[in-house]
């Protein structure tokens, strides 16, 4: 049984019918048939604008977002799908504080419901710092179906991966 390191939390019920869709071939046509749809965010320009459409939709008071790119140096396999990051600067006798969020380049040419999902989560993190209740609130605030996304999107990095 090969290690599905994307869905280690999960129970081994839901573990072995991956391993099943694996082993018959079926799991990249189920996530084709159900996530068809590619986003047409190809490059920063594109993606700093959706990322701030979402912003401006659930977040409009939120600090301003200074830089959204995608990282060609994010690696999917440590566990980073995209970060969020505090930069602060000096300038003069102020200090200025940009927020920036980073998307691994591997997304360029995922489903769109996978971008959004991510760019939801990093959002999420300008509020709530933590993986907490709270977080989980304000991202099925903005996707509904988070959830869902997230377990599926667990399930195209096992896919890219063993395929």
């Not at 049984?1 to 391993?19: N, S, T």
């Not at 991510?118 to 999420?124: D, G, M």
Request: charged share 25%; with cysteine.
């Amino acid at each position: 049984m090969e290690d599905l390191k994307y869905l280690a939390g999960y129970p081994q019920h839901v573990q072995a019918r991956v391993q099943e869709l694996i082993a018959q071939g079926k799991l990249g046509a189920m996530l084709a048939d159900k996530y068809g749809q590619a986003h047409a965010v190809r490059n920063d320009g594109q993606l700093h604008d959706y990322v701030q459409a979402l912003k401006d939709r659930h977040l409009r008071k939120s600090v301003p977002l200074g830089k959204v790119v995608y990282d060609s140096k994010l690696q999917v396999m440590k566990h980073a799908l995209g970060t969020h990051t505090a930069i602060s600067r000096v300038q003069g006798d102020k200090l200025k504080a940009s927020r920036e969020i980073r998307i691994a380049t591997v997304f360029r040419d995922a489903p769109a419901d996978f971008l959004k999902m991510i760019v939801v989560h990093e959002l999420a993190h300008l509020k709530e710092a933590e993986h907490n209740k709270s977080f989980y609130q304000l991202c099925t605030n903005m996707a509904p179906d988070y959830h869902q996304l997230e377990f599926d999107l667990r399930l195209y990095l096992t896919h890219r991966e063993t395929g």
